[in-house]
């Protein structure tokens, strides 16, 4: 398991939500309380473009997309333009109102380019290392994110415009991060609070966006799908629920993620290059983003 680490080194030992819900926000003026929130408009007020999905990713990022019957069910990632194979893999099990109800994800795979699609998580060869999560409805809302033994891993809050407000990532312990999320005026995404029982210490942090369409929340829209950790620059940086593009994060007053240049084509980005002298990361190239026909 531990030679997909050794052969690509943008590999981390993370959880994949608690990541999506957390590494992000690291910090946030205080938070409202949901009744608060509920005062103010849509997350962003949503673009009014068509639905589009992603199909591949070029680049520094090199990730890759498959449908079947118009739903995405598989995608590989963990790679960039000079790796001949991809290191993560993960797949999408639907209900029957095409919601998300499973997702298996796996660290430890190593998929030939250009990927055929042909591999099955749920088959024993990818036992090793596989982490399934669960997917849990309550009000026709995504609720909870559990485990495969059944612990939930995360807890998502709305306000009464249907907006996320605030989420809770457990560990093994029964400790958590919680993380607040605030809204400006406009309804856009401005600032988050993070907070650890562990160190009982909370961070804060502002969050920039853009004002175009975010193409992971046609996942979260259309099937409630949270896009695991595949680590992409774009998609990990992103976030699944707010309809428009994370272009910088600050925390704690100093800068920890930020976009040098974006092109957008239907609304949509196109180009994403990271501002590097900004970044928490190592250089990287313009990332092309592709989407289906």
Known sequence: MALSAIANPRIMNKNYFYLMFIALFLGCSPSETEDDQ???????????????????INGDDDVKFHYENGLLVKGVGNSSSEHSSYYVAFQIEYNS???????????????????????????????DGLEIYNYDYKDNRLHTISGETGQVQTEIFYDNKG????TKNYDEDGEYDESSLKYDSEGKLSSFDAFHTGTNKTVYGEIES?????????FWKNHSFVMPIIYSYFLDNNVSFYPHNITAVHVQGEKQYGVKHMEYEEGYPIIYDLDVEDSATQDTEPMRLMYLD
């Open 38 to 56: 509920g005062q103010e408009p849509e997350s962003g007020n949503p673009p009014t473009v068509e639905d589009r999905y992603l199909s591949e």
């Open 97 to 127: 109102n095409n919601k998300v109800d499973r997702v298996l994800v796996s660290h430890y795979v190593y998929i030939n380019k250009p990927a055929d699609f042909s591999f099955d998580l749920t088959n024993s060869e990818y036992e």
């Open 210 to 218: 853009d004002d175009k369409a975010n193409p992971l929340y046609v």
């Open 163 to 166: 907006r996320v407000i605030k």
